[in-house]
């Protein structure tokens, strides 16, 4: 099964919040809701919403600062903010698109714009390759940084991570299936990196078959053995229960002799200083 798209709304005002549980559960989101500040920037990169619905008016911080927050974390810094707020002075609409916001709706605000506009701000990250729509990882665009950032860092880890063999098992059982299991690692490496390292470590989505962590060096193998370990016990269950009935049989561990067993490939580089910082 798909899994649905996911929204977080940063709104103090519980009725406000249910009736935006409601409204986009009944269009197919899925909804998380943070009461404050502090809750939403705890939450967000754990688990990476597809769009943020973003109160100015917290109880502990204003929207301002949690954008802010969101946008200094390299896992969190693609996810579009739309700004709401019972104030719709021309001046508090400036600031807030100034400051890297997405959109500002104006309380209250009726429903239905409110999802056309929070359906384009996603799609204008995915065009944009800030964001995979599918799995609501950081995309290629936004991996750039991270990644340039860690090759020169002795202290980070990149892990590079293939899935082996997918081509194969999407040609057999198409692309519905295939996406699940992007969908299910991509929520694996989250996880994972959330248990063995820090909740602003990178996570994001290269390209059809290639995820990147970027992480301290001193958790790299830990994560690397975790996440391999899960993908080989979770895996199973992307294939037809009768292909895994006799597997105990089949040295090779495959539910089709023509059809190599889905695997993870990782590799792990330690970023080099640069000659000119080491000269420095």
């Known amino acids: 099964m798909i899994t649905p798209q996911r929204i977080l709304a940063v709104e103090d005002d519980h009725d406000i919040a249910d009736m935006l549980s409601m409204f986009l559960t009944m269009h197919g989101y899925e909804f998380h809701h943070a009461h404050n500040g502090k809750t939403a920037l705890d939450i967000t990169p754990r688990i990476l919403p597809h769009a943020i619905l973003m109160d100015l008016s917290l109880p502990d911080m204003t929207g301002y600062s949690v954008m802010a927050g969101l946008h200094e974390n390299p896992r969190t810094s693609h996810i579009p903010v739309l700004f709401t707020s019972k104030w719709g002075s021309r001046d508090k609409r400036i600031i807030g698109l100034a400051l890297g916001a997405d959109d500002y709706l104006t309380k209250p605000f009726d429903l239905k714009e409110m999802l056309l506009r929070v359906q384009n701000s996603i799609a204008r990250a995915a065009r944009e390759s800030f964001t995979d729509l599918r799995t609501g990882l950081p995309a290629a665009f936004t991996a750039r940084t991270a990644l340039d950032n860690a090759r020169t860092n002795p202290h980070r880890a990149i892990i590079e991570i293939n899935v082996a063999n997918l081509i194969p098992y999407f040609e057999h ?18 996880d994972v990196v959330n ?4 909740l602003s470590d990178f996570v994001g989505y290269l390209d059809e078959d290639a995820f990147v962590i970027v992480t301290a060096s001193a958790n790299a193998k830990a994560i690397t ?5 899960m993908f080989r016990i979770k895996v199973d269950k992307f294939y037809p229960a009768a292909a895994w009935r006799n597997r105990d049989r089949d040295l090779a561990h495959r539910p089709n002799r023509d059809i190599p067993r889905l695997s993870l490939a990782c590799r792990v580089t330690i970023g080099e200083l640069s000659p000119r910082l080491m000269l420095n």
């Open 195 to 198: 248990l063995e390292g820090h």
């Open 173 to 190: 059982y198409g692309s519905t299936a295939s996406a699940e299991v992007r969908q299910m690692l991509a929520r694996l490496l989250l």
């Open 225 to 229: 053995e975790r996440v391999t370990e």
